[in-house]
């Protein structure tokens, strides 16, 4: 055990106390010279104070390297692709480097050197990869025990122990998701049994749990025979002696049914990587070249959609400019915020990193932008570096263990301040720069549609029907990434300098595909 109780003071703390722009003040570099004595009696204090917790660290890297050099090769590149390894990395290395860093971790997380960015879990790590395993059994229905032996619909990986699973069903509890709670500990029993006997927790109290959540389902009946059973097993119990309190109190629980949306939501993201409509025998969707502004340069383009109008373009990207724009963004993602956030507040209802790209940055993200301006026959200028912009800099988003973003729509997004004066985000033009395996569509839950990720491919649609109105069914949503690496780039572009290139419709009933002939002859 590498951990020491010990007050640490950091030696950036320590300068921080005894330096402050020297060069500034004459009496600032009479009092350095002149209080040196001082300052080295500070630092044999730190030094002091220090000791046992410098020895054990060094030892604890000193070990780690050594695992590191004879660590299985198997760790490395694709075993990432599967949930499990990714739960199973988080929590190891959160649990063997926090508590060797103690009070440093976070001076430590800050340094950087380089070109590259350190990244360290911690617990607030495991928590939210915990809440992402369960979203994953919530929105594809898995089992419980079928997730912790490490099968996730026919995608094989590492097993988990029984005291994972029982973690994961008390973050179920907490979440309020009880059913799936009774499946993890009914998991957890069954590890604890069969395989592995090291749980932080015994089966009666594993087993309360599991009546408690009987108990916040409805269920009394059953509650109060699991508590008749633990209490003779387990009778100081924390959680027995919850459950008991709480059938002695005669507490009601009132348990909410799934929401309708989220429903709608998971439904399609259960479906088979592939792109789903409502309507296939729709004359009005059909596969075509897409003519550009520049009459030799076509696009392979399948229409999914007329009203809302979305359609999918192939090939849109090659290979190289997809890792281009992946390697420019590597040490720059921060977690993904919504609208709604406020403060250090960060919702569960997106779940990935995200990194932006100017056309300024990069000649061939300028390159790709004009591209997409072609294609769509709208302006996507910058106008760096003030604005008003007709488009956005693009949003490169890797997405994270479970990652999902759920049903929302993006004209409501707040405009950067760059774009103060843009008007609003008409349309969006979403690149997939890599394939999925399972999961990671994007779907539109209130028409129906779903959209698997085809590397190179992009997902286009107007937020704005052609009489300009916020068009609700655009409402969408990336599902969850059960198994592989999605990432994806986006450019919004706006109304400033389209109002003229994308004009209002002839009829209230005009669908874009009626305004698309106006729009290539410029409207004459």
């Not at 495991?126 to 099968?151: H, Y």
């Not at 977690?335 to 709604?340: A, D, S």
Request: net charge negative; aromatic share 10%.
């Amino acid at each position: 055990m590498y951990c020491v109780s010990v007050t640490v003071l950091t030696l950036s703390a320590l300068l921080t106390l005894t330096s402050s722009e020297v060069f500034t003040s004459s009496h600032k570099v009479q009092r350095m010279v002149m209080d040196e004595e001082r300052m080295l009696g500070e630092l044999k204090l730190f030094i002091v104070q220090n000791y046992d917790w410098l020895k054990n660290m060094s030892i604890f890297y000193s070990d780690r390297l050594r695992d590191l050099r004879f660590r299985d090769e198997s760790l490395e590149g694709h075993d990432f692709y599967h949930p499990n390894t990714m739960y199973l990395a988080i929590q190891k290395f959160a649990n063997d480097y926090s508590p060797v860093l103690g009070n440093n971790l976070q001076n430590f997380l800050n340094i950087q050197r380089g070109s590259g960015q350190i990244f360290l879990a911690d617990k607030d790590d495991i928590a939210g990869a915990r809440r992402s395993l369960l979203i994953l059994q919530v929105v594809f229905k898995m089992s419980a025990l079928d997730m912790a032996r490490g099968d996730y619909l026919g995608f094989q990986g590492p097993p988990l122990k029984s005291n994972d699973a029982m973690q994961i069903g008390a973050t179920a509890s907490s979440e309020e998701h009880f059913n799936e709670c009774i499946e993890w500990m009914n998991a957890s029993i069954t590890l604890y049994n069969s395989t592995d006997s090291t749980s932080l927790a015994t089966i009666p109290e594993i087993t309360a749990v599991m009546g408690r959540a009987y108990l916040r389902l409805g269920d009394r009946a059953r509650a109060e025979k699991i508590y008749d059973e633990v209490k003779l097993l387990e009778p100081e119990g924390d959680e027995v002696g919850a459950l008991g309190h709480e059938l002695n109190k005669q507490v009601e629980f009132e348990f909410e049914p799934p929401d309708e949306n989220f429903q709608n939501y998971s439904r399609l993201c259960r479906l088979e990587n592939r792109h789903h409509i409502p309507d296939p025998n729709n004359p009005r969707l059909v596969c075509r070249y897409r003519e550009t502004l520049l009459p030799y340069y076509r696009f392979k383009e399948e229409i999914l959609s007329v009203a809302p109008f979305v359609s999918v373009i192939y090939n849109v990207i090659s290979d190289a400019e997809g890792d281009h724009l992946k390697g420019f963004v590597s040490d720059k993602l921060t977690r993904g915020k919504t609208e709604e956030e406020e403060g250090d507040i960060v919702l569960e209802a997106r779940i990935n990193d995200v990194a932006w790209i100017a056309d300024a940055e990069s000649d061939l993200a300028s390159s790709i932008s004009k591209r997409i301006g072609h294609i769509t026959g709208l302006d996507t200028s910058m106008r760096e570096p003030y604005g008003p912009a007709s488009a956005e800099p693009f949003q490169v988003v890797n997405y994270g263990l479970g990652g999902r973003y759920e049903p929302h729509m993006d004209p409501i997004m707040a405009p950067p301040s760059q774009l103060e004066h843009s008007g609003y985000r008409i349309a969006t033009f979403l690149i997939y720069l890599t394939d999925v395996q399972r999961g990671g569509s994007t779907v539109f839950s209130k028409i129906g549609i779903a959209v698997a990720p085809v590397k190179n491919m992009a997902l286009l649609w107007y937020n704005f029907n052609p009489t300009y109105e916020e068009d609700e069914l655009t409402t969408h949503g990336g599902c969850p990434v059960l198994f592989g690496h999605k990432w994806i780039c986006t450019k919004w572009i706006w109304t400033y300098g389209n109002t003229f290139r994308r004009r209002c419709g002839q009829t209230p009933e005009a669908t874009q595909l009626d305004i698309e002939p106006d729009m290539k002859r410029g409207y004459k």
